[in-house]
């Protein structure tokens, strides 16, 4: 989708007249003067211009119907809303939905107004529930196994994304086992740290690791284990950063493990900023609205405020609250910072522009802008992870799913810097396996991000990000030449002849931009023959450990390609034998939910 200059100016006048005193809006964001951190409490909050959600009456109810909005300017209660927007036409732009809501909203109040409550329920009556089981998950069917004679070259676009994982635990610590389309392999192997060595400087941000070892599940196969670590950046070359928190405050979040985690979630992020970072706030519901103009890292206890006026009710208008975000990151862009929005939401986008098609293209061409898309999904029911992964992917960002306090501590304060600091754009992966040496290949996971083998050298192709310090495992399971293969050999056509060096079983090949380049980079490098491990025993930890968590994995799934004979406490077998020193307990985490499968798998046998 392509905007003109003249809807982005448009846009972002519209975006802007909710943050500014010229336009005369019913409420005003907080100040943005420096105010010290500390713990926020009622009155600290209303000195700053807050009233917290949960100053409520003994009926749980706002006392004013509009908790949140800044004390000096709370507003008379609103006529009645006006009705929704017809069908939007085939060809209408996110960016004209906050234009026509804008509209919209001056003719029923009389004033220009960009962003109603952003409490989204004036009435503080808790709206009805969302309906059970209408979760989504983008299906793709497990990748086939591929003769090398035909195909001799996998091309795919690297995922860090962790929300499958987190997902699944909370399936399975609820006593139930995940959807198939639930489960993304890739996801599951990235969640770990493998502790691959780390690049020598940041000019070639990766280091490979290459380690094949016989298939535990499939007689005469080989699993090709191939990691990259990314350069962690010193404290030092970290940039400022220039974030807008998305808050989804509709009445679907209501839910303590949804707005009610967000907000933790965010506070330990907000503990990490330094002085020369910023934050801003949108919150939306039936509208979007500003919450927190742009505030420095030293005011924290603001952001604090900002966060604990928030509070949930109303259908859900994420088109419009991108739109805003956008247009404020932009207003705030520096172009020597790291300028991304931050969306934490249910996915369940109900009111205007909410096919995920459309949203992918809005946040594509706002990618090209220098503003990135990072998405945290929150929540059970409702939660709409196609959404999610439509948005991350095509914002040049991260989607992570918070089940539990635990896990957003994960996510934004002990990976705080892979989650906001990149290191490469557009990262994709290329192996050609060299016929002399192997027979067929399947590549086990990242079904959502294969791409056309002429996709590698075309740098107008998005791929994945990576950030700093973060690593990538892709695994492989291959036949080795001379290895019955899975399918009958061809009647009228012989194998092509191998013309690549008979001491290499594969080339590897990793394309990536630097953050914000236009053209890409190339490193490569041969895998060599002849260092196969006698067997998965004496292969290395993080070898055993990425094999458990993908064939943990391909069980979830049914995947055919897992012997029966391989079930689920071989899978324990072999994750006992690689949990290493697991500082967080994440290993011993994942033991548990292997047996929590294997019980439920057999409850239901």
């Known amino acids: 989708m392509r905007f003109s200059k003249a809807i982005r100016g448009l846009t972002t006048t519209v975006a802007l007249a909710a943050m500014t005193a010229a336009s005369a809006p019913p409420f005003q964001v907080a100040l943005a003067r420096e105010v010290p951190d500390g713990q926020p409490t009622a009155a600290a909050c209303a000195a700053l211009g807050f009233r917290p959600a949960a100053d409520r009456d ?7 119907g509009y908790a949140g909005l800044p004390l000096q300017a709370r507003p008379a209660p609103p006529p009645a809303p006006p009705p929704p927007p017809p069908p939007l036409a085939g060809n209408t732009s ?9 509209k919209r909203t001056e003719a029923t109040q009389g004033a220009p107004v960009a962003a109603p409550s952003f409490s989204g329920n004036s009435t503080g009556l808790m709206p009805p529930p969302p309906p059970a089981d209408t979760e989504r998950y983008p299906g793709a069917a497990s990748n086939p196994i591929r003769r090398v004679a035909d195909e001799p070259v996998s091309t795919f676009s690297i995922d860090v994304d962790t ?113 020369r970072d910023r934050v801003s706030i949108v919150a939306y519901a039936g509208s979007a609205g500003a919450v ?32 805003l975000a956008y247009a404020l990151a932009s207003q705030n862009f520096d172009a020597g910072a790291v300028n991304r929005v931050v969306l934490l939401t249910d996915g369940d986008f109900n009111v205007g522009v ?11 061409d706002k990618r090209k802008t220098g503003v990135y898309l990072s998405v945290y999904g929150f929540g059970r029911g409702n939660y709409n992870d196609e959404m999610m992964q439509a948005l991350a992917q095509n914002g040049n960002g991260t989607a992570a799913y918070v089940d539990t306090y635990e896990e957003a501590r994960k996510l934004f304060r002990d990976d705080f810097s892979g989650s906001l600091f990149p290191i490469a754009d557009d990262v994709k992966i290329q192996i050609e396996f060299n016929p002399a040496r192997v027979s067929e290949y399947r590549l086990i996971g990242y079904e959502t ?70 053209s890409s980079q190339l490193m490569q490098q041969a895998i060599p023959a002849g260092n196969t491990a006698r067997d998965l025993a004496t292969a290395p930890e ?64």
């Not at 924290?300 to 739109?323: D, F, H, I, P, V």
């Not at 495992?473 to 012989?494: F, H, K, N, Q």
């Open 542 to 605: 993080a070898t055993r450990w990425a094999v458990a968590v993908a064939a943990f994995g391909q069980k979830l799934r049914g995947d055919p390609w897992l012997a029966d004979s391989y079930g689920w406490d071989q899978i324990l077998d072999t994750a006992q034998s690689a949990r290493g020193e697991d500082e967080f307990g994440l290993r011993a985490e994942f033991v548990k939910l292997v047996r929590a499968a294997r019980d439920g798998r057999r409850q239901n046998e």
């Open 58 to 64: 003994d009926r749980g109810r706002p006392r004013s």
């Open 354 to 364: 909410s096919d995920p098609s459309r949203l992918k293209e809005f946040v594509a």
């Open 163 to 275: 929300a499958a994982y987190a997902n699944v635990r909370r399936f399975l610590n609820e006593g139930t086992l995940p959807p198939k389309d639930a489960v993304r392999v890739e996801e599951l192997v990235n969640y770990f740290d493998y502790n691959y060595p780390l690049p020598a400087s940041r000019a070639e941000p990766f280091r490979p690791y290459v380690a094949v070892v016989p298939s535990p599940w499939s007689k005469d196969r080989q699993i090709l284990h191939i990691g990259l670590q990314g350069y962690d950046l010193p404290r030092s070359e970290k940039p400022p950063l220039n974030l807008v928190f998305l808050v989804d405050t509709s009445g679907s979040m209501q839910s303590p493990d949804k707005l009610d985690l967000a907000r933790k979630a965010m506070n330990l992020l907000i503990d990490q900023l330094r002085p």
């Open 292 to 323: 927190l103009e742009p505030t420095d890292g030293r005011s924290k206890l603001k952001m604090r405020c900002a966060l604990e006026a928030l509070q949930a009710g109303g259908s859900t208008a994420g088109g419009q609250g991108l739109a």
């Open 94 to 102: 996110v960016e004209s939905v906050v234009v026509t809501a804008q």
């Open 449 to 518: 991000r294969m791409l056309a083998r002429e996709d590698f050298n075309n740098d107008r192709v998005d791929a994945g990000e990576v950030g700093s310090g973060v690593s990538v495992t892709a695994l492989y399971e291959i036949t080795p030449a001379g290895a019955a293969p899975s399918s009958d050999p061809l009647r009228y056509g012989a194998a092509r002849p191998a013309g690549s060096p008979s001491g290499e079983m594969a080339f590897l090949k990793v394309r990536w931009k630097a953050p914000g380049a236009a």
